[in-house]
């Protein structure tokens, strides 16, 4: 009942950051269609995200959730210690031995202009919006009881505890490059812990449907934040969202069609606003896996953890249907065509599609079996190994367009790893093709 209850919590408060602003956000939340309705088991419906429970109880369920979070972390140490026995945390990278990359040349003497002239340490701000994916969730966890607590400093979008010796991240890596750089999770917490968090906004069970959200909420973070310049300071933002779309909510709409328009709808909605309000900002928007590739990846699952990946991808099983199968292809297609879209281009202003995913279970695989050290103990969520990982390889994309196969080599953090060089010293801002 417990874990049951925590599953409730984390589900109902989704991209709902500050009890402070319940109010604002209720009415952010009307104004985007996402409707306030009683709360049953039964009535899974369209856009249940919020709802009269969430609007009464939010308070309790995020002190709930908040509990199990900080009683978790006072054992931080021993969770630690037990995933890297298991081999799901990478290797630490011992003193003597340097970054590969030579950092001399990586930020410019000049603040640049020019999106296109933006070295790794040009960038001031990172902020990462997702699902639990960059929230953290379960990336350490041992069991059902811990299985919510969000280790949002590990995500490899938008965590920097530690550094990038014990924790490759994103953020970790441009960190070197400036070491002013602001914005990544400091630690592990809920978004609400607005100070450890900062503007790693994740939340378990966020669908695309909620991003306008998640884009208010980092606006007006910017806006109230003194550290931030919102003209001056160059922003990177990342951007991974869509699996529960994909697992959840696609199957349980009526209408694909319907879906669809209201999944397009929202992605436009978050761009327009992010390019309305944030100047100079450099999006990394990583697609989720194509349809074919998802189902590859249940298929691939070690047979212990197949059975968790159909609890918490519950369409899977229904993609034998024409109709759906071929909605969660033109889901695909329809995130790329907005995020390629010439509004969203200019001098200041850039969306970075990443397909570092279309092959993903390649890169976890060995001898076509995906490797446990690669997943949390949960088997869906990525462990600390798996986000150095993907660190590693969105690194090298932002760099220059990775090779698809993602080859077993790359399963080491530090293998294949990329640096700016004289020849190619500037972030990619033209996204891949597909
Ligand atoms: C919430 O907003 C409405 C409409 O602006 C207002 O009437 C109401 O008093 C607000 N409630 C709280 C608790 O601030
Ligand atoms: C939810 O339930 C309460 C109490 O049963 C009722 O007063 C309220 O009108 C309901 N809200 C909606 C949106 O149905
Ligand atoms: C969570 O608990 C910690 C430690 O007790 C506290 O500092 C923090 O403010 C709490 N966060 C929320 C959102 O209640
Ligand atoms: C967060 O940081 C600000 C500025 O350093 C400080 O004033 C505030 O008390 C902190 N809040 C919490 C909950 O620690
Ligand atoms: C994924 O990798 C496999 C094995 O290397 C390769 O055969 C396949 O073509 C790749 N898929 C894509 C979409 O590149």
């Known amino acids: 009942m417990f874990v049951l209850l925590l599953f409730l919590s984390v589900s109902l408060t989704s991209a709902r950051p500050d009890p402070a602003i319940v109010n604002q956000s209720t009415q952010l939340l009307r104004r985007h269609g996402a409707k ?3 709360f049953t088991f039964l009535n899974f419906e369209n856009g249940l995200y919020y709802t009269e429970l969430d609007t009464n109880l939010r308070d309790v369920l995020l002190q709930l959730r908040n509990f199990t979070q900080q009683s978790v972390l006072t054992q931080f140490d021993w969770v630690r210690a037990r995933n890297m026995e298991e081999g799901r945390m990478q290797q630490p990278v011992l003193n003597s031995d340097r970054f590969p990359c030579d950092l001399s040349e990586g930020r410019s003497a000049e603040r640049p202009t020019l999106i296109s002239q933006l070295r790794p340490g040009d960038i001031d701000i990172v902020a990462a919006f997702g699902d639990s994916g960059n929230s953290g969730t379960g990336i350490m966890s041992l069991g059902p009881l811990d299985a919510y607590v969000d280790y949002r400093g590990y995500s490899y979008l938008g965590g920097g505890f530690e550094t990038w010796r014990t924790a490759l991240t994103l953020p970790n890596i441009l960190k070197l490059y400036n070491p002013q750089l602001y914005g990544y999770a400091v630690g592990h917490s809920l978004t609400a812990d607005k100070n450890v968090s900062c503007f790693n906004l994740a939340e378990a069970m966020l669908n695309v449907q909620d991003l306008p959200f998640q ?3 980092l606006i007006e973070r910017f806006r109230s934040d003194p550290k931030v310049n919102i003209r001056q300071h160059w922003k990177m933002l990342s951007i991974q969202v869509g699996a529960n779309d994909l697992c959840s909510e696609l199957c349980n709409w009526p209408d694909t069609d319907a879906f669809l328009r209201m999944e ?7 761009f327009r606003l992010l ?3 944030v100047p100079r900002l ?5 697609v989720l896996p194509d349809i074919d590739e998802l ?5 691939k699952a070690p047979s212990h953890c197949a059975q968790r990946m159909s609890f918490f991808c519950n369409c899977h099983i229904k993609y034998d249907q024409q109709m759906l199968y071929n909605a969660a292809k033109r889901f695909l ?3 790329l065509s907005i995020a390629s879209s010439p509004e969203f281009r200019s ?3 850039a969306i970075v599609t990443h397909g570092i995913l279309r092959n993903v279970s390649n890169l976890w695989s060995e001898n076509g079996i995906m490797q446990k050290r690669f997943f949390a103990n949960d088997c869906v969520h990525y462990s600390q190994l798996g986000h150095a990982v993907l660190a590693k390889t969105l690194w090298n994309n932002m760099l220059k367009p990775n090779n698809v196969q993602l080859p077993e080599a790359w399963q080491q953090p530090f293998n294949n790893f990329l640096c700016p060089n004289p020849n190619r010293p500037f972030l990619r801002t033209v996204g891949d093709q597909f």
């Open 295 to 299: 189902l590859n990846m249940v298929r």
């Open 215 to 217: 884009a208010h909420v």
């Open 275 to 277: 390019k309305d309000n």
């Open 282 to 286: 450099l999006i990394n928007y990583i």
């Open 333 to 335: 297609h329809l995130q």
């Open 347 to 349: 001098d200041d202003f």
């Open 36 to 38: 306030g309705v009683n």
């Open 264 to 270: 397009a709808h929202q992605l436009h909605k978050t």
